[in-house]
């Protein structure tokens, strides 16, 4: 129930997360690995966390999905603690690298968490089947992972995470380590697959154009300690295409972005 | 399956080598071994390649020859099971108390694994005892335990079991860790209960592992079971070593030695033929 008379958005945000630090204790000496940070993410956004490495990006997307605890400050998705929304299956993880099981095959890996979730055979199997379709994996499903190239084993991890329709997807570096043709194919077909499902994306990046092109906003983030620099809405036209990178626009993006990183290694 | 004639010549050739290499060695040692006795036994022999023929055709010999041993482990197949030089039910009764010790052994290492990869107190309370338990010799534990349990299959299986669980409880506690964290991250990211955790990650992680430990400890097995049978049996390979010893028949004794490597060698392929079927789909080792 909303108190009559409070001025409030529309929709109340889908994650939104205020003056939150997180220190890491180490031995005799700790990091400080974000401090005070403050972000509002809507449902349906594209958001990339973009910064140097060491500039807690990472660890906020952590954060966010409920693998680590912040020191301080107050994080809510869908207005309820990140553990209750990691425990009501609201995320899908996707890593820099693709954690497949490898004594299962492709369609067993897409598999996994339907299993855990105790969804029945006959449905696992239409979803699994129905995913390696949508990604163009359909002669490999019954391929062991060893067996495929990088980009495609990253392909069945994304697979893997949209196969329980999460509502949010966290993407921690998934394209970090392919080679940029493959990273620039499978950040087309990110974005064909968030205009399908409506999920809302965290993504988490430390290439420029990477950012900008995918992005709805980019969060440039500093180091030492980790801190929210900017926040830069990219007002590209939708869909975006192979043509996006073209337009002088996607430019002044990039120098903005690289602008704005420069200033803070400046000091 | 089709093995073209260039594979089969790599993986068979290099053992058929060693092995030719064993057996000239082996006669050298026959030869030079016996040579004594025929000179004591048959004085009328003389001369360099009739002593050497007769040393390779003593009954009892010091050591016998690669031929006398494979002869006799050959035309024991077919001994009545009451001769004691019989091997079928020598070798029937020690396989069993291997298999069964592996089984035991197999599962309660692994129960102890699974205990003290989910309890660090449990891990530091008892892995040490665990650790202390294989510093007594099986040469000293056997005869203690045959005592306790008489002439029976028990007591032969608890030696073997004693040696197996060890082998299988250390590489599993490896194997039950090995999975990638983020693997770890993921199942916590699909909030997974700790027993899906365990029988859909850390199980299928650590199975490479449990077959390591297996293969190590059929073959300590195999030396339990035959020590243990040394110290009181009605059957057994140790069994026909004490009747070979008794006797002096030391062409059964080596004989009982060959069969005691070929039951190693045997319940080693077994295993790792299981692990092949089991453990599909891994990437080809390097």
């Excluded at chain 1, 995913?131 to 992972?145: N, T, V």
């Excluded at chain 1, 295409?241 to 002088?248: D, H, L, N, W, Y």
């Excluded at chain 2, 089969?8 to 000239?24: D, K, Q, S, T």
């Excluded at chain 2, 299981?274 to 599909?280: D, F, K, M, P, Q």
Aim: aromatic share 10%; proline share 7%; with cysteine.
């Amino acid at each position: 129930m909303k108190t009559p008379g409070v001025l409030r958005s529309a929709a109340p945000p889908e994650i939104s997360i205020e003056h939150v630090s997180m220190t890491f204790a180490g031995q005799g000496r700790s990091t400080n690995a974000l401090q005070d940070v403050s972000l509002s993410v809507r449902a349906g956004e594209f958001i990339s966390l973009l910064g140097p490495s060491g500039c807690g990006k990472s660890t906020l997307l952590r954060l966010i999905g409920d693998l680590l605890r912040p020191s301080a400050g107050d994080l809510r998705v869908k207005g309820k603690t990140p553990t209750q929304a990691r425990r009501d299956r609201d995320y899908g993880m996707v890593f820099q690298a693709p954690v497949l099981y490898e004594w299962r095959d492709v369609t067993r890996n897409v598999q996994l968490p339907l299993e855990i979730f105790g969804v029945p055979r006959g449905e696992r199997d239409q979803r699994a089947a129905n995913l390696l379709d949508l990604m163009g994996l359909r002669e490999f499903a019954k391929s062991y992972p060893w067996q495929l190239s990088g980009g495609m084993q990253q392909r069945v991890a994304i697979a893997r995470a949209l196969s329980f329709q999460p509502s949010i997807l966290l993407m921690d570096e998934p394209f970090g380590a392919l080679d940029e043709m493959t990273r620039e194919r499978l950040n087309m077909e990110l974005l064909n697959l968030w205009r399908q499902t409506g999920s809302t994306i965290i993504f988490v990046t430390h290439s420029i154009p990477e950012a900008v092109f995918l992005s709805t906003r980019v969060v440039v983030m500093t180091p030492r300690p980790g801190k929210v620099e900017r926040v830069i809405p990219i007002d590209l036209p939708q869909p975006r295409g192979a043509e996006t990178r073209e337009q002088p626009e996607f430019f002044r993006y990039l120098t903005e972005c690289r602008a704005c990183l420069r200033e803070e290694h400046a000091l | 399956m089709r093995m073209p004639l260039r594979t089969f010549g790599r993986a068979f050739l290099p053992v058929a080598l060693v092995g030719a290499a064993i057996i000239v060695v082996w006669y050298i040692l026959a030869v030079r071994g016996n040579w004594a006795q025929v000179q004591q036994q048959n004085p009328t022999i003389t001369g360099f390649w009739n002593t050497a023929r007769a040393t390779m055709q003593v009954d009892q010999p010091w050591v016998p020859t690669p031929h006398q041993v494979v002869q006799n482990l050959y035309q024991s197949l077919d001994r009545s099971p009451n001769d004691p030089r019989a091997i079928w039910v020598h070798l029937g009764t020690t396989g069993a108390e291997m298999g069964l010790g592996l089984l035991a052994g197999g599962v309660l290492g692994l129960l102890i694994a699974t205990l003290f990869v989910h309890s660090r107190p449990m891990e530091r309370a008892f892995l040490p005892w665990v650790v202390a338990s294989q510093t007594v010799p099986v040469l000293a534990l056997a005869p203690i335990v045959i005592s306790i349990f008489g002439i029976t299959l028990t007591g032969k299986v608890v030696v073997t079991s004693y040696l197996v669980f060890f082998a299988v409880a250390i590489s599993a506690i490896k194997g039950l860790r090995s999975a990638d964290p983020l693997a770890h991250e993921l199942m916590r990211s699909y909030a997974a209960n700790p027993w899906q955790i365990y029988w859909k990650l850390r199980f299928p992680a650590a199975l490479p592992f449990v077959f390591t430990g297996l293969k190590i400890g059929a073959t300590a097995a195999l030396v339990g079971a035959i020590v243990a049978e040394l110290f009181g049996s009605n059957y057994g390979l140790g069994q026909r070593i004490v009747f070979a010893s008794y006797y002096t028949q030391t062409i059964v004794w080596w004989s009982t030695m060959l069969a005691a490597s070929l039951l190693g060698l045997a319940a080693y392929s077994l295993l790792a033929g299981a692990e092949r079927l089991i453990v599909r789909a891994r990437p080809p080792q390097t």
